[in-house]
């Protein structure tokens, strides 16, 4: 059983860095979905964090062997992981291209729920009372932070419904992948598997990507492109880190303020620069709907687990 070191301040840091980087992730996307696809964008983010992982591996010389191949059980996990992990980044983008910011970060956390869920149909794990209400908060959250959008929602089939949709599933091949990983880890550590999962996606991003589209981005793009490629290696090294200081939990309620973070950056871009992006419509009670939904989210990571018999 892993042991934290107790150092909770420099978790708490570690977490809130966490979250700002995610937070701010999907403004940056934005940037760059104008002038180049959603598959390019992805590539390069797989391509560059395959370049650093393997750099980090080889210098503690920990390069995975790839006997996993001769076992049809590891072979069939790490499928889930590859495919997971590639589909929420491009589903994620191809929702994001159709939404606000704010709002696919707001469906995005409907991910940490399905994995809390797909811990107890996979690794039967208890779910209390207190969880289960957390459940129910946040749901109550998300329909009150769309509140201004249910009649164009319920029935409707409109671009923004679709990147809604794109940005759900996006969460499920989150949580799929998260799932096999955490069964991977009794044989890998996490960067291993995602080395393994790096060098998987850009090799089935890259025939249907525009390498050289990237010549068309200008200064403020380019700058854009290359955070979004750093943003995953610094958001999941401080993720990591955290966890071995703080307990996991507190560190998943520190992260459910990610979809506050994206709002109010969009809030402070919009104002220096007002044509950057497009802002989610928010009334006074899409604002206390994203409240409720953060507290949703605390309340399901911090609730104590339902002891078994």
Same mark, same amino acid.
């Given at each position: 059983?892993?042991?934290?070191?107790?150092?909770?301040?420099?978790?708490?840091?570690?977490?809130?860095?966490?979250?700002?980087?995610?937070?701010?992730?999907?403004?940056?996307?934005?940037?760059?979905?104008?002038?180049?696809?959603?598959?390019?964008? #992805?590539?390069?983010?797989?391509?560059?964090?395959?370049?650093?992982?393997? @750099?980090?591996?080889?210098?503690?010389?920990?390069?995975?062997?790839?006997?996993?191949?001769?076992?049809?059980?590891?072979?069939?996990?790490?499928?889930?992981?590859?495919?997971?992990?590639?589909?929420?980044?491009?589903?994620?983008?191809?929702?994001?291209?159709?939404?606000?910011?704010?709002?696919?970060?707001?469906?995005?956390?409907?991910?940490?729920?399905?994995?809390?869920?797909?811990?107890?149909?996979?690794?039967?794990?208890?779910?209390?009372?207190?969880?289960? #209400?957390?459940?129910?908060?946040?749901?109550?959250? @998300?329909?009150?932070?769309?509140?201004?959008?249910?009649?164009?929602?319920?029935?409707?089939?409109?671009?923004?419904?679709?990147? @809604?949709?794109?940005?759900?599933?996006?969460?499920?091949?989150?949580?799929?992948?998260?799932?096999?990983?955490?069964?991977?880890?009794?044989?890998?550590?996490?960067?291993?598997?995602?080395?393994?999962?790096?060098?998987?996606?850009?090799?089935?991003?890259?025939?249907?990507?525009?390498?050289?589209?990237?010549?068309?981005?200008?200064? #403020?793009?380019?700058?854009?492109?290359?955070?979004?490629?750093?943003?995953?290696?610094?958001?999941?090294?401080?993720?990591?880190?955290?966890?071995?200081?703080?307990?996991?939990?507190?560190?998943?309620?520190?992260?459910?303020? #990610?979809?506050?973070?994206?709002?109010?950056?969009?809030?402070?871009?919009?104002?220096?620069?007002?044509?950057?992006?497009?802002?989610?419509?928010?009334?006074?009670?899409?604002?206390?709907?994203? @409240?409720?939904?953060?507290?949703?989210?605390?309340?399901?990571?911090?609730?104590?687990?339902?002891?078994?018999?």
């Amino acid at each position: 059983m892993h042991k934290i070191s107790g150092r909770w301040k420099l978790g708490l840091a570690l977490s809130i860095t966490t979250a700002t980087m995610w937070g701010m992730l999907p403004i940056a996307l934005k940037g760059l979905l104008d002038t180049i696809d959603s598959v390019t964008i #992805t590539w390069y983010r797989f391509a560059v964090s395959l370049f650093f992982v393997a @750099l980090l591996l080889f210098k503690k010389k920990q390069l995975p062997n790839w006997s996993w191949t001769k076992k049809p059980s590891l072979v069939a996990l790490f499928m889930v992981v590859i495919l997971g992990l590639s589909s929420n980044y491009i589903l994620y983008l191809l929702g994001l291209d159709r939404v606000s910011a704010s709002a696919a970060q707001i469906v995005i956390q409907i991910a940490p729920l399905l994995l809390l869920l797909g811990g107890i149909v996979v690794f039967k794990e208890n779910f209390s009372a207190s969880q289960w #209400t957390g459940v129910i908060i946040f749901v109550t959250g @998300l329909l009150l932070f769309f509140n201004h959008r249910l009649d164009s929602i319920i029935g409707s089939s409109s671009n923004y419904n679709w990147g @809604l949709l794109l940005v759900v599933f996006s969460a499920i091949g989150w949580a799929g992948y998260a799932l096999a990983q955490k069964q991977l880890l009794l044989k890998y550590n996490s960067q291993q598997i995602l080395f393994v999962t790096y060098i998987a996606a850009s090799i089935l991003f890259f025939p249907s990507s525009e390498i050289m589209s990237v010549e068309k981005l200008d200064s #403020t793009q380019w700058f854009l492109l290359i955070f979004c490629c750093i943003n995953t290696l610094i958001a999941y090294g401080c993720f990591a880190e955290a966890l071995e200081h703080w307990e996991a939990s507190r560190v998943g309620a520190v992260l459910a303020i #990610t979809p506050l973070m994206t709002i109010i950056f969009a809030y402070f871009t919009n104002l220096i620069y007002p044509d950057y992006l497009l802002l989610e419509p928010l009334n006074w009670l899409s604002l206390v709907g994203a @409240l409720i939904l953060v507290i949703g989210s605390l309340t399901t990571a911090l609730s104590k687990k339902k002891q078994g018999k």
